[in-house]
């Protein structure tokens, strides 16, 4: 069984441009959720979509959207970048939201790089 | 709003010698709690869970990790530390249906001499 994927693995881009993070969840999986991996900040939830929707949100400008398409992949996206978004990205997924416990499986990651 | 605290940024110890990292969490109902292993440049991967079932729960490379309400810790430990145990460890926690985020500690990093 694959796992979760991310594209790309790694990306540069400048400040002010905008950036687009790709995720496949596992096969089956509704849920995709994607946090924030910057040095000296820990690791950060930054968003929650199930079937499509946006569930919830953690403590990050609105700069950071995305959305989650009708096969259940997902895409990040971050407008004017800013120096301190360079961090890892991590994408997870999970078989379902509410009433079972919250197994998430990872992916890889992609490294943002803002120059 | 849940808080992990991992202590210890940094844990070393002998090949052989136990593992012992330490996770406490502020809920005071028992959440969700995980054990996350990460490689470098690698993402997560689930090394146990506690799910209200068993206080003592077995994960895979031989860890485990025991659940205390009374001190609020999800310890993990394993008897005996190979070198392919140096990594980060991240301990997290998930609320029941609060949303189902995943808050994490800060992460230990363990380190394994010969």
């Known amino acids: ?115 | 709003a849940q808080s992990v605290t991992q202590l210890g940024s940094h844990v070393s110890v002998s090949e052989g010698a136990l593992v012992l990292l330490r996770c406490n969490y502020s809920s005071s109902v028992p959440p969700y709690l995980f054990w996350y292993v990460q490689y470098p440049n690698q993402g997560l991967q689930l090394l146990l869970k506690y799910t209200s079932a068993a206080t003592l729960v077995k994960g895979i490379n031989g860890f485990e990790a025991e659940f205390k309400k009374s001190e609020t810790s999800f310890h993990l430990t394993k008897p005996s530390a190979h070198m392919s145990d140096a990594a980060e460890y991240f301990c997290a926690v998930s609320d029941h249906g609060a949303g189902n985020m995943l808050t994490f500690g800060g992460g230990t990093r363990l380190m394994v001499k010969p």
């Open chain 1, 1 to 115: 069984e694959a796992g979760v994927t991310q594209s790309p693995t790694h990306l540069i881009k400048t400040r002010g441009q905008q950036a687009t993070l790709r995720c496949s969840p596992i096969s089956g999986h509704t849920s995709v959720y994607w946090y924030q991996q910057a040095l000296g900040l820990g690791l950060q939830f930054l968003l929650w979509y199930d079937e499509g929707e946006e569930r919830n949100r953690g403590n990050f400008p609105p700069r950071f959207s995305g959305r989650q398409f009708p096969n259940y992949s997902s895409e990040l996206n971050v407008n004017a970048l800013e120096l301190e978004d360079s961090a890892l990205y991590l994408c997870a997924s999970s078989f379902s939201p509410a009433g079972t416990y919250n197994e998430q499986f990872f992916g890889p990651g992609t490294r943002l790089t803002v120059l």
